[in-house]
């Protein structure tokens, strides 16, 4: 018996401690004074049974039952709070977010400009409105200069649905998925191409990171656009992280995907600004 069924239990015998009991044939209801040796005199009912000699019921004490149900709720808190912990160290880990990215969040971005402080605020919105996002399935573009802190962002947003709303998340590349989908094609191969197209399908986000880094064959945007596409149709979010200018970015995958990743509230980031790193050489 689960932890909520037992506390439902224990409430229900409350509440019929409480309340005179309804009228059974050959039955009698009395109403007692009854002594609890830890919490003193408490008014119930006992209920005999007239066809049955020494056959009877009476109610129990109420703060005895109290304190059972509060004793239980807080067991059953603390072993949500623990479920819920592992949980996400679970999701995390699916996450698998590269060790420089470790401290990464959407609290410790640090923009360099009114330009930077606007993709960080559509940022948190985009992370705090998650529900929103998955029933409109609307995703997000961050294009531009290396080093501007996309993949910061981006990998913020994903830890915060993870803190606040348990959901999955999956960040990849686009070279990535393009090596996982031709490794079906080996004779040995124990996946098909929709066992990798579902892999990427699957997650509540899933964060593409790279794109336009590989060859950007036809079949590479097929791959991405199937994905993209499967993703689209069943309102998951994508996120795509490009250090393309957008209309290359455009380009390169094509008006379809810049279409479903824009539409149902999704928008496209530039970052146009000087690169971190190459601001700390300098200084």
């Not at 006992?46 to 004490?61: A, H, I, N, P, V």
């Not at 623990?82 to 977010?97: A, G, I, P, S, Y």
């Not at 971005?109 to 330009?115: A, D, H, K, L, T």
């Not at 309102?235 to 209309?247: A, D, F, Q, R």
Request: aromatic share 8%.
């Amino acid at each position: 018996m689960g932890y909520r069924t037992k506390i439902e239990s224990l409430k229900i015998r409350l509440e019929d401690t409480l309340q005179k009991p309804k009228v059974i044939e050959n039955t009698v209801v009395q109403e007692i004074t009854v002594t609890c040796e830890k919490h003193g005199e408490y008014q119930t009912y006992k209920r005999k049974l007239l066809s049955l000699r020494g056959m009877e019921t009476q109610g129990e004490c109420p703060e005895c039952l109290r304190e059972k149900i509060i004793a239980l709720e807080q067991e059953y808190q603390a072993v949500e709070l623990k479920r819920v912990h592992q949980e996400k160290l679970n999701l995390l880990k699916f996450f698998n977010v590269p060790k420089r990215f470790d401290m990464a969040s959407l609290d410790n971005y640090e923009p360099i400009n009114s330009y930077a402080r606007q993709c960080l605020a559509v940022c948190k919105s985009y992370a705090a409105k998650w529900p929103e996002r998955l029933k409109q399935g609307g995703g997000l573009v961050m294009c531009g200069k290396p080093g501007t802190g996309k993949n910061h962002l981006a990998i913020g947003i994903g830890k915060s649905i993870i803190e606040n709303f348990m959901a999955s998340v999956r960040l990849t590349s686009a070279i990535k998925i393009a090596r996982n989908f031709k490794a079906t094609w080996t004779k040995d191969s124990e996946e098909r191409e929709s066992d990798v197209i579902e892999m990427y399908a699957s997650p509540d986000l899933l964060i593409i990171d790279e794109v336009g880094v590989q060859f950007g064959s036809d079949v590479e945007k097929m791959i991405l656009f199937e994905i993209i596409n499967c993703r689209y149709e069943n309102l998951k979010p994508t996120i795509l992280i490009s250090n393309l200018l957008k209309e290359e970015l455009a380009t390169f995958v094509g008006e379809r995907v810049m279409d479903r990743m824009n539409d149902g509230g999704g928008c496209t980031l530039t970052f146009t600004w000087e690169s971190y790193r190459s601001r700390k050489k300098a200084a």
